[in-house]
């Protein structure tokens, strides 16, 4: 993991828009193209509705022309390295690959790092469609 990484993912956790929990998360991935994508979490006061950090990442990296990452880094100011929510697992996974490492990570330093099969494990794939 890059440190490039986590100066992303902390600088725009700093634009998040969390006025209803007051929880702001930054998210930054690598495409493979070695290019870095930032996402932050955008609530909104009919809850459902609020996107979270890492879908904003991915819809800027798909935005962009890519559909593979190869590494993530998620941050929040909390007690312990925050995971992604199932539905950000499911989204990671749909563009990484079972070994692509991600970071989480306190704004205090703490660090965790699994792999999106540890994550995820027994994903929804396109196999499954077939």
Do not use: W
């Not at 490039?4 to 930054?28: H, I, T």
């Not at 007690?79 to 992604?84: A, E, G, H, I, L």
């Not at 499911?90 to 490492?101: I, N, S, W």
């Amino acid at each position: 993991m890059s440190d490039e990484l986590r100066q992303a993912a902390l600088a725009v956790r700093q634009r998040a828009y969390a006025p209803y929990s007051d929880f702001q998360v930054g998210a930054a991935i690598r495409g493979a193209s070695g290019t870095v994508y930032v996402g932050c979490n955008v609530e909104n006061v009919a809850y459902p509705e609020g996107t979270c950090a890492e879908a904003g990442a991915i819809a800027a990296m798909v935005a962009a022309g890519e559909t593979v990452l190869i590494e993530a880094y998620v941050v929040a100011a909390s007690p312990m390295p925050v995971t992604p929510c199932g539905g950000c697992r499911q989204k990671l996974k749909e563009f990484g690959a079972a070994e692509v490492r991600v970071t989480m990570a306190t704004t205090g330093g703490v660090e965790e790092v699994m792999t999106l099969a540890e994550l995820l494990p027994g994903a929804f794939v396109q196999d499954h469609m077939e």
